[in-house]
Nanobody
């Protein structure tokens, strides 16, 4: 059975950094666009960052305005893993973070919406204290 498993969440002080990982088991992430979403208490799930699929160095990325310049999404196809490097964390970044995968083609754009993804992880909690 295919699974996405997130890790790397935790408690961090404002201004700190965390790196989230999303590892796929049971399938390769080749030909899958990947995304990170988050959901804070009482709020809807929102896109954080997304990355397309294709030959190395041809990926396109997308970032929500709220995280531009602070977060970086990347993928390591050899390790079947996607990462989200988060720095300059703010209390407003506190949420459960989910990774997601959606089938795509090389050189296609990243996926911005939840409906474009058909596989989701269970989520990892990120808490930023002030």
């Amino acid at each position: 059975q295919v699974q996405l498993v997130e890790s790397g969440g935790g408690l961090v002080q404002a201004g700190g950094s965390l790196r989230l990982s999303c590892a796929a088991s049971g399938r390769t992430l080749s030909n899958y666009a990947m995304g990170w979403f988050r959901q804070a208490p009482g709020k809807e799930r929102e896109i954080v960052a997304a990355i397309s699929w294709g030959p190395v160095f041809t990926y396109y990325t997308y970032y929500a305005d709220s995280v531009k310049g602070r977060f970086t999404i990347s993928r390591d196809n050899a390790k079947n893993t996607v990462y989200l490097e988060m720095s300059g964390l703010e209390p407003e970044d506190t949420a459960v973070y989910y990774c997601a995968a959606g089938p795509t083609r090389p050189y296609s754009r990243p996926y911005y919406t939840q409906k474009e993804y058909d596989l989701w992880g269970q989520g990892t909690q990120v808490t930023v204290s002030s």
